[in-house]
């Protein structure tokens, strides 16, 4: 499968975005989905994860409350909403998949990443 992230941008603190990943190719509305970031310097960390019929979501702890993962199976789309976004928000946020049940650990495919800045 192919993933296309976009939707990123510059916003200011307790400012909102959505961010959209597109997936073509291998049968999308199998995959269980993930949202990951890296901010500078830092490495990549898990932000959110969704299971193939949405019935699953999953947070890392930071963004609990104020992100919320979702898909449209229809349009081969996952969405990431970010609200009340931090100065520490900023990073390359990445989509990805797997083919499994384990939201965790190594996903499969990836794409490129958007970038957000969140500014004081």
């Known amino acids: 499968v192919q993933l296309q992230a976009s939707g990123g941008g510059l916003v200011q603190v307790g400012g909102s975005l959505r961010l959209s990943c597109a997936a073509s190719?291998?049968?999308?509305?199998?995959?269980?989905m993930g949202w990951f970031r890296q901010a500078p310097g830092k490495e990549r960390e898990f932000v959110a994860a969704?299971?193939?019929?949405?019935?699953?979501?999953y947070y890392v702890d930071s963004v609990k409350e104020r992100f919320t993962i979702s898909r449209d199976n229809a349009k081969n789309t996952m969405y990431l909403q970010m609200n009340s976004l931090r100065p520490e928000d900023t990073a390359i946020y990445y989509c990805?998949?797997?083919?499994?049940?384990?939201?965790?650990?190594?996903?499969?495919?990836w794409g490129r990443g958007t970038l957000v800045t969140v500014s004081s």
């Open positions: 990805a998949a797997k083919y499994g049940n384990y939201p965790f650990g190594a996903y499969d495919y």
């Open positions: 190719g291998r049968t999308f509305s199998n995959a269980l």
């Open positions: 969704i299971t193939w019929d949405g019935g699953s979501t």
